[in-house]
């Protein structure tokens, strides 16, 4: 088994957070616990030292003291020696002078110089020494002596057992240990049920969102009352949801509009064929059903190429070559190519453009192509279509006016949606998608269209395009 295999159980594990909180909050337990046990601890052992040093300084002193009152008496020097050691149980002194050696001791039988083990340190100055001694693993001394310059020069010698201060130190850690070990098993209870119940609002949160589906779009979760750290996260749930809402009812009336649009051809020409077909007739006849069946060929052929191109023109990837263009010049190609349509309609086509524009020339054409097919269609005879340009900050616009028959303030919200026609009969010889399209267009510009109407008064189109560098458009 590969060590991958072999940690995946504890990575599944330590993928939760309510187990990562718990284990942090267990581990800062248990490291506080320690920390504060272990200076207990070092505050007893030293305040332990510290008062078995003062008992040994201050039996130094007294032995001292009786040194120089009985300095040529030596049984009242080993009587005053014995006294002292009597005061306080577990104390050995001894005075040592050379060349005679030992010439006092406080007890007849002293651990530290008649057992297995002797003490054999002496101090080198004539300051107190201390020293650690241990005779047996269960039998431990604290020793302390100093030298005195006297004449001939002696050395006393205090100890103290410290092994009921071993034993109560070892017990001390004992229980430490055991305190931490129950604090780390009740930090890891306590805090896996403090983070079970802090992340419940996630839990709810999830089920939620689990219960979403198309039909419950309209739903919104922030209105629930979160923790402070999730009400942005359903705040931004929400607004997903009102962007999935939208797209969805778009798509919902984008397929209803489509098969609307392209029943009616179908029917149209499935009817023609039945009365083709229902009887012999003439050549000229089929002449006429066949020129009918083109014209609606024509028209679906239209519907597909336009929504291919708005199938295109969504991809993310979607990049445009975009040279520097005289918009005088493209807006009067276009103008050209309408101009047999607007001198049968009796409709003026005026071009008022100037400056330049980047833009992708096809598709900079095919938005103003259908700004004016639209316009020459819905202008009365007599009227005029004028194209301009205006120079904003930052935006260089084209905008194309008519004076035609206007668009109902009930229609001018839905006029870029795809298949929307502004008439009831749904009839135009257009496709729906025009305007459509035109936004596209626009949006793979990174600019904007924007339309104003008024019923009877005319229709205004205004396509807003990044304006270019200023030094380039004073150079051009």
Known sequence: MSLKHATEPLRRVTSSIAVRLTLWYALLSVLLIAAAGSALYWVLAEQLRQVDSQILASKINAVHSALSRHAGNAEALRHETQLEASTIRGVFIWVSRPPAGIIARGRDFNPLLDSPRPFTKSPNT??????????????HYLVMAQRFADNPPTTIYVAISTTQ?????A?????????????????VAAGYLIARQGLRPVAHLAQIIDELGAGQLHRRVADEHWPSELRTLAANFDRLLGRLETSFNRISRFSADIAHELRTPLHILRGEAEIALSRNRSPADYQACIESAMDEYGRLSRMVDALLFLARAEQPDAQLDTPLLDSREEVAAVCAFYQAMADELDVALVNKASGPVTANPGLL????GNLLGNALRHTPAGGQVSIRTAIQPSLLQIIVSDSGSGIAPEDLPHVFDRFYCADAARQGQGTGLGLAIVRSIMQLHGGKVALQSELGMG????????????????SY
Do not use: C, G, M
Request: charged residues 20%; proline residues 2%; glycine residues 0%.
């Open 126 to 139: 004539l300051k107190k020494k201390e020293w650690r001694w241990k005779i047996h693993d269960h039998d």
């Open 165 to 169: 201060n071993a034993q109560f130190l």
């Open 171 to 187: 017990l001390y850690r004992q229980a430490l240990l055991l305190a931490i070990a129950l604090a780390l098993l009740v930090a």
């Open 365 to 368: 054409r095919r938005a103003l």
């Open 459 to 474: 229709t205004t189109v205004t396509l807003s395009f990044p304006i270019i560098a200023t030094e380039t458009l004073a």
